[in-house]
Every structure is written in structure tokens, then in C-alpha cells.
């Protein structure tokens, strides 16, 4: 007969003084979150709205995967049993390093430090341009990196494709000088060696030994001027003014066709060759005045030849004026050329007759010595207009 509210209301009367059955020693209807815990009813009850405590505001006791997160026992709760969302089914934190992948926020998680392996510490995937060199791959497996700078300069030790830069990957490197290891003064990446820049990486230039293509004639590597290339790798010719070897028998570089070399390098004076022998030609050339050693040497002068020494060297008649040849008589001067010429000594060999030969100035009062109608040695001050006896290199 007592409304709600008014003094002396019951909800109810159980008769017994149980606080934990269904109504309350106050008469009132036991309720979730009265404080008092429904034995058989309610898990819990603790009179508060939290829902981060023990005990959740539907008289459940707080547990993981309830969607709640108990303050200081959880880090997380998210109510589902997915273990790739950013809350683990045992209510922790899904992190980078649990070996768990968390979809959408982490590429990779295989829970360990290793950072040369597929997957980074920050449990992000290992690629090339990381700065982190893989490890865990040889070459030719996928994913194996030479090297790995972080960069994608590609004038460095390091390209962008993680290989080690080499002479002929076409980059051209810039961060080594001249004179130190890996120094590259071009690099065109092909294997030509007749372009500007050689397999070595080197500019092209003559002398290197390539010919290179629609700038050098020719390129032997060597300083040798009379050889088929000239050292500015220009190929040799006749009146180029050196004389090819085995080829030329002179080259005075004019186009004076009365001179001692014709202009199709041929020497002149051939008319007075006497023999040919341990890479010198002899000649018997014509001279004026009286036969003194003077004389003789003024004659193979002036038709451009050598004065043959009377000797090797050591022989008491050689002296600095004369050239040393394959001439070897010495007291016996032009023996040598007699005998290869004749098979006997100047007296007896008729090509050398009226032939005389510088003695060095110390012979007979600077006389030289010749063949005078098979009289051998004869003093050449005592005869005129005879014959000078020169060489020339072969």
C-alpha cells in the first residue's frame, strides 16, 4: 500500500537477512551494480561504471577478448580471435619483432634482430637501397645484393642495382682519383676497343695498341719510328722523312728526285754500290783532288754516306770523325767488303780498283789507304780524282 518512493516501500521481502539472493535486506530487487554480489546471478559487482577495472558493468568479471581493456592487466582488447590486426588474441600489443605480421601496418615480422635477412628490424621488407647488406643469399640466388649504400647514385662503388661497379657497366665512377683503386676515365659500357674508350676503361689514345677507328691509321704500342706505324699512329710512307726498315732505302722526306734519296725512297748514287754486308752497303764513290783521309771523308760527305772506320773498335786507325761498320780489317782496311765481294784482299779484287779508305789521320802523313792497279795500300797523297770508299746503313 506504500508507492515507490515513498517511506516504508518494499520491492520486496524474502524474509531472511541474505543480501545475496534476489532481494536485498532492503527490500529492494538485487540489481547489477547495487554492489551487491546475486550469488549464482552475477560474477561480480562493484557498484561502478568503469569498464576498464575487474569487473565490467554487466556484473562479468573482466577477461581477454571480452572488447574491454583491463587497465594494468591488458594492453589491448579487441574482442576477436585474429591474430594479424593490431591486437593479439592474448590481449598484447601486436609489435614489430613478435614474429607476427600485422596485415597493413607491418610488411614482415620474423621476431628476430637479424638484419641481413629478408626482413628488417623495423619489420619492414629487405630490399636493395635499404643500406642494409642481405646475408642470408649467395649469388645468383634472388635477393642477393653485392653491396647495398642506400643510395642511388650511380657513380659510386655501389649502383643502384646493388651490384659492385665495375669497369664496363657504363657508369663512369666519380668518387675515386686519378692513381687510386677503381679510377675509371671513361667507361662506355661495351666491349670495342676501336672506339674512345678501352675495355679497361681508359680514353683511348695512340700508342695504348687499338686503333681506334676513323682517328688513327694504325697503333703498335711502341716507340719505333722505322716500323709500318709511326709512334703518332700514323702509318709510314715514303717521303714521311724516316726510313721504313726493310722496305725504304731511304727517306729524306723532299721531293728533290736528284739528291742522294729518290723520291720513291730508293737511294741515288746506286751506280757506285760495291757490296752489301752485316747491315751496311758499301760504295765506291767518285772524288776530287788528292786521295788524303781529309778528302775521303769530305767525299762520303757530300754524297750523304758514313766514312767507314779502317777497323773495329780498338783498331789504332779508328778515331771520332769515322763510323764504325761491319768493316773489321783494321791494318787490312776494306778487307771485309773485298772478300764478301770478291772472295780475295782489295790488291787482287779489280771492283776496288783506284778504291781508297780513311785511316784516321795517322797513316802516311794523313794519306789514306787504296788499290792502285793491284798494288795494295797505296798512299793516296800520292794519286787524284780516284775513288772514296763509304758506306751507308742498310
Do not use: K
Amino acid at each position: 500500500d506504500i508507492a515507490e518512493g515513498e517511506p516504508g516501500f518494499e520491492a520486496c521481502d524474502d524474509g531472511n537477512d541474505s543480501d545475496t539472493d534476489a532481494c536485498t535486506n532492503g527490500c529492494r530487487l538485487a540489481r547489477c551494480g547495487d554492489g551487491v554480489l546475486q550469488i549464482g546471478v552475477e560474477d561480480c559487482d562493484d557498484a561502478n561504471q568503469l569498464q576498464t577495472d575487474g569487473c565490467l558493468n554487466d556484473c562479468q568479471i573482466a577477461r581477454c577478448g571480452d572488447g574491454q581493456v583491463w587497465a594494468g592487466r591488458e594492453d589491448c582488447d579487441d574482442g576477436n580471435e585474429i591474430e594479424t590486426d593490431g591486437c593479439l588474441s592474448d590481449c598484447i600489443t601486436n609489435r614489430c619483432g613478435d614474429g607476427i605480421v600485422a596485415a597493413g601496418i607491418e610488411a614482415c615480422d620474423d621476431g628476430n634482430q637479424d638484419q641481413e635477412d629478408a626482413c628488417l628490424n623495423d619489420c619492414t621488407a629487405a630490399r636493395c637501397g635499404d643500406g642494409v647488406l642481405r646475408a642470408d643469399v649467395v649469388a645468383g640466388q634472388a635477393g642477393f645484393e653485392a653491396c647495398d649504400d642506400g643510395n642511388a647514385d650511380n657513380l659510386d662503388a655501389c649502383l643502384d642495382t646493388c651490384a659492385v661497379a665495375t669497369c664496363g657497366d657504363g657508369f663512369l665512377r666519380g668518387d675515386v682519383q686519378v692513381g687510386q683503386a677503381g679510377f675509371e676515365s671513361c667507361d662506355d659500357g661495351n666491349l670495342d676497343q676501336a672506339d674512345a674508350c678501352l675495355n679497361d676503361c681508359r680514353i683511348a689514345s695512340c700508342g695504348d695498341g687499338h686503333v681506334q677507328a676513323g682517328v688513327e691509321a694504325c697503333d703498335d704500342a711502341n716507340p719505333v719510328q722505322t716500323d709500318a706505324c709511326l709512334d703518332t699512329c700514323v702509318a709510314a710512307r715514303c717521303g714521311d722523312g724516316l726510313v721504313h726498315a726493310g722496305v725504304e732505302g731511304c727517306d729524306d722526306g723532299n721531293q728533290d728526285d736528284g739528291d742522294q734519296c729518290r723520291n720513291d725512297c730508293t737511294l741515288g748514287n746506286e751506280e757506285y754500290f760495291l757490296h752489301a754486308h752485316g747491315g751496311w752497303r758499301f760504295y765506291r764513290v767518285p772524288a776530287q783532288g788528292v786521295m788524303t783521309d781529309n778528302n775521303v771523308h769530305a767525299t762520303c760527305q757530300r754524297f750523304g754516306m758514313e766514312t767507314p772506320c779502317a777497323g773495329a773498335a780498338g783498331c789504332r786507325y779508328n778515331n771520332n770523325i769515322c763510323t764504325l761498320t761491319s768493316e773489321v780489317g783494321c791494318g787490312n782496311p776494306m778487307r771485309t767488303t773485298s772478300q764478301s765481294l770478291c772472295n780475295t784482299n782489295p790488291g787482287t779484287c779489280d771492283a776496288m780498283n783506284q778504291t781508297y779508305t780513311y785511316m784516321g789521320n795517322t797513316w802516311n802523313n794523313g794519306g789514306s789507304c787504296g788499290e792502285e792497279n793491284n798494288s795494295w795500300c797505296t798512299n793516296g797523297n800520292s794519286y787524284s780524282d780516284r775513288f772514296a770508299f763509304c758506306a751507308r746503313r742498310q
